[in-house]
């Protein structure tokens, strides 16, 4: 009678294990240089992998286009207030002017809406430049939603490559414990879960980034436009206390 090896790994069950790891170790040969070969990767995992695939594409797009949307130079340049109202006290604010202003950034468009509103009173001026603001923010705010909601779905993503190859694994036990099926069902469980990891921690971070430095941008827009609105209106105020006197 033949002697059994001892062990977890002499048993059936753990040469079945034992495949399984090495099934995993094959289907990803590393490169000359380290790492991993992604397509082998993707092969191991099968369809699972594509919508993290492409939940991955979109939020690279959405991340770069934000990064260049979102810069200070396109949003709040520096000394533009004190330019504005430089050419305002030289009484060089013309059409030409207030269309390369709105057109500059988007703190100029509501500092040109502020000056289009000059000679309404305060309310009215303050309520236009209020809706300015709500468009300016609402076009800092594009696409962070959808940034936001690749970073919730992507470990959603994941846990259902793991479900998958959970069920690879239950439906190789119940065919007669085939240890490559088996295999492959584990190696899809753990890339799935993997790389839905791997696509949401950057897209999360990249959306709460995204989002701190758009309230930023609006607490220094809203004090911006207020000091806009003092200067044409305390100004006004002035000339009529000098006229009356």
């Known amino acids: 009678m033949p002697e059994q090896s001892g062990g977890p790994f ?16 094959g289907r990803a040969r590393p490169f000359p240089f380290g790492g ?11 369809w699972p992998i594509w919508p993290l695939i492409f939940a991955s594409v979109v939020a690279l797009a959405l991340i770069i286009e934000r990064s260049a949307a ?16 430089a050419l305002r006290t030289r009484r060089q604010i013309t059409a030409d002017v207030m269309a390369r202003l709105e057109r500059s950034s988007l703190l100029g468009f509501v500092l040109a809406a502020g000056l289009r509103s ?19 923010a609402h076009e800092m705010s594009r696409y962070l939603t959808l940034l936001g909601s690749v970073g919730s779905i992507a470990p959603l993503l994941g846990l259902l490559g793991t479900v998958v190859g959970m069920i690879d694994i239950f439906a190789s036990q119940q065919a007669g414990s085939s240890p490559q099926q088996m295999a492959q069902g584990i190696s899809t469980a753990l890339y799935s879960t993997a790389f839905g990891i791997i696509v949401a921690v950057p897209s999360v971070l990249a959306y709460r980034h995204f989002r701190t430095r758009v ?4 607490v220094d827009m809203e004090q911006q436009s207020q000091q806009l609105v003092e200067a044409l209106y305390n100004e006004g105020s002035n ?4 006229s009356d006197g």
């Open 215 to 218: 309230d930023d941008f609006l």
């Open 239 to 242: 000339m009529m206390k000098r």
């Open 10 to 25: 002499g048993s059936p069950r753990g040469r079945s294990v034992n495949c399984a790891f090495s099934y995993v170790a």
């Open 118 to 136: 000059e000679r309404e009173p305060r309310e009215i001026a303050a309520g236009t430049i209020e809706v300015a603001g709500a468009r300016a």
């Open 36 to 46: 991993f070969i992604l397509f082998a990767i993707v092969q191991a995992i099968g």
């Open 70 to 85: 979102l810069r200070r130079t396109r949003v709040l340049p520096a000394n533009l207030l004190q330019d504005v109202l």
